[in-house]
């Protein structure tokens, strides 16, 4: 029983830290990568669809990306979904081919988007505090229920706190890294 929710609550710390990852690559550094975009969704025959159902991305250089609809009528949607973004880039579109390249990041804007970044990472730790309590309560109903000792639910918040810790440290691993990169010129 007492594993069974520190495993559950592992998996949600987990989550929690993957979401962080995904979070992070949408926030841009000076290199141009495809997950960039993830978060770009095209108004396409009345629906909104994520770009990457609908062009092929993919990197020419270490400053440019290039974007291929699929259907080439979507161009246009396509190239203003991009401009709409709160990403700052303006595609350059030359017959079927979009490029996009990357200007250069101000201290300004390096400084907003370590803000942004230090703001999802707050994020992620709350999720994770969030598991840490739910799990801690579970261990408490069980004892509640004097279906475990009270030695066993000093033990298994223990072990929590220990869990919850490593997750934290992770989430911090990851920002460091991330405000390095993001204040690399």
């Known amino acids: 029983m007492i594993e069974d929710i520190k495993q559950d609550a592992q998996d949600r710390m987990q989550k929690s830290l993957d979401a962080l990852g995904n979070n992070f690559n949408k926030i841009r550094t000076g290199r141009a990568h495809p997950s960039l975009l993830d978060g770009i969704t095209v108004s396409y025959y009345g629906a909104d669809t994520p770009l990457n159902q609908l062009a092929s991305i993919s990197v020419l250089d270490a400053r440019t990306l290039s974007v291929s609809p699929f259907d080439k009528s979507a161009t246009p949607d396509v190239e203003k979904a991009i401009m709409k973004s709160d990403l700052g880039l303006n595609p350059v579109t030359t017959?079927?081919?979009?490029?996009?390249p990357m200007p250069p990041l101000t201290e300004e804007t390096r400084k907003g988007y370590t803000k942004q970044a230090k703001g999802e990472a707050e994020n992620a730790r709350v999720s994770i505090r969030n598991a840490r309590r739910d799990a801690i309560a579970d261990v408490k109903d069980l004892l509640k229920e004097k279906e475990i000792s009270e030695d066993d639910e000093r033990r298994a918040a223990d072990d929590i706190q220990k869990i919850?810790?490593?997750f934290v440290a992770e989430v911090d691993k990851a920002l460091a890294a991330k405000e390095k990169d993001l204040m690399e010129i």
């Open 95 to 100: 017959g079927d081919l979009m490029r996009i």
């Open 164 to 166: 919850t810790d490593k």
